[in-house]
């Protein structure tokens, strides 16, 4: 795995937050837990701003706003909080997830996503990703403007709205990756207001999970 950094953590089961109620810890295991592959995949398409730009006005008039959830995902390397993203074309980084379809519930199209994007069925069986609470939502108000991590009031119609959810691995897990993708473990230190690598969605991560305390499980 690239790009690995270390940084500070916070460990403990529980925090207070300023009303004075508990926020529960995000527990995370090592690295070395975790079974990685990959597996075929379709060609990626090739479109430009342009056709990107087209295609959402095209299913803004027949599905209105679009919706996307991503997955926030976090390990443990040399004790130090890492976060899975992916890359496409060695240059876009990604977090996992992806559009939601049409009457698709948040968590029941984010784990359709993550079943394709990161695992298959083994010996009969799909792994239960343990969707959390949204951390956080962006939206864009024009077809060709950038995302905001608020809703402005005057905006009735935003464009597209993508939600961010923390989700929990289980102590062991296989990943398997479309090849046309790589699955990287980057520290949150370096994710960190990065915005000219990681665009301002993942940047903004290690600040929603600011209020989480986070415990290392070693075994």
């Known amino acids: 795995m690239d790009n690995l950094q270390l940084s500070d953590n916070t460990h403990g089961s529980s925090a207070s937050t300023d009303d004075g109620s508990e926020v529960e810890a995000i527990k995370i295991y090592g690295l070395s837990n975790y079974y990685f592959y990959s597996k075929p995949a379709p060609p990626l398409k090739n479109q430009t701003l342009e056709e990107r730009v087209c295609c959402l006005k095209t299913r803004y008039d027949v599905y209105g706003m679009r919706t996307s959830v991503e997955a926030v995902i976090l390990v443990e390397l040399s004790n130090t909080p890492h976060l899975l993203l992916l890359q496409v074309r060695n240059s876009t980084y990604k977090l996992p997830g992806g559009r939601l379809r049409p009457g698709e519930s948040d968590?029941?199209?984010?784990?359709?996503?993550?079943?394709?994007?990161?695992?298959?069925?083994?010996d009969g069986i799909f792994p239960d990703w343990e969707v959390g609470e949204c951390l956080g939502r962006w939206w864009r108000v024009g077809f060709e403007t950038l995302?905001?991590?608020?809703?402005?009031?005057?905006?009735?119609?935003?464009?597209?709205?993508?939600?961010?959810?923390?989700?929990?691995?289980?102590?062991?897990?296989?990943?398997?990756?479309?090849?046309?993708?790589?699955?990287l473990v980057v520290p949150l230190s370096q994710i960190h207001e990065n915005h000219e690598i990681y665009g301002p969605v993942i940047s903004g991560v290690p600040q929603l999970l600011s209020k989480f305390p986070v415990e290392i499980v070693n075994r």
Do not use: A
Not at 107 to 116: A, F, I, P, T, Y
């Open 107 to 122: 968590v029941e199209g984010l784990k359709r996503k993550l079943m394709n994007k990161l695992s298959v069925q083994c």
């Open 147 to 183: 995302l905001l991590p608020y809703l402005p009031p005057n905006v009735r119609s935003p464009k597209e709205c993508r939600k961010i959810f923390l989700v929990k691995l289980p102590e062991r897990q296989k990943f398997t990756v479309p090849k046309t993708h790589k699955l």
